[in-house]
């Protein structure tokens, strides 16, 4: 069974976390500095950041940057893997419709 490492014992990162604040589709949502902006949205409970041409959702799938399910928009640049990008205090994330109707 694995537990999680206190941060003040964590020989990776030894530092307190310091919380930032990105932005999904205009709404604030909190995260910690470290965190992929995958992580961020996990954390918060979203699964689904992405619909495909079929209209399903899509997030995080292999979690390394290979299947491209969890593509979002970040700071106008689309199709970024959320999975392998570092949230940054202030990033501005829109989720994809692929399928090119509103997300509800």
């Known amino acids: 069974m694995s537990a999680i490492v206190p941060w003040r014992s964590d020989p990776i990162r030894p530092a ?25 949205l996990l ?18 799938f292999c979690g390394i940057g290979v299947c491209f399910d969890c593509v979002a928009t970040v700071n106008g640049e689309s199709d970024v893997r959320l999975c392998m990008r570092r949230a940054q205090d202030g990033d501005v994330v829109e989720t994809q419709n692929d399928a090119g109707e509103e997300r509800v």
């Open 16 to 40: 307190e976390p310091r919380p930032l604040r990105i932005s999904v589709d205009g709404v604030p949502v909190e995260g910690l500095h470290g965190q992929s902006i995958a992580g961020v």
């Open 43 to 60: 954390a918060q409970g979203e699964t689904a950041w992405r619909t495909t041409v079929a209209g399903r959702g899509r997030g995080v």
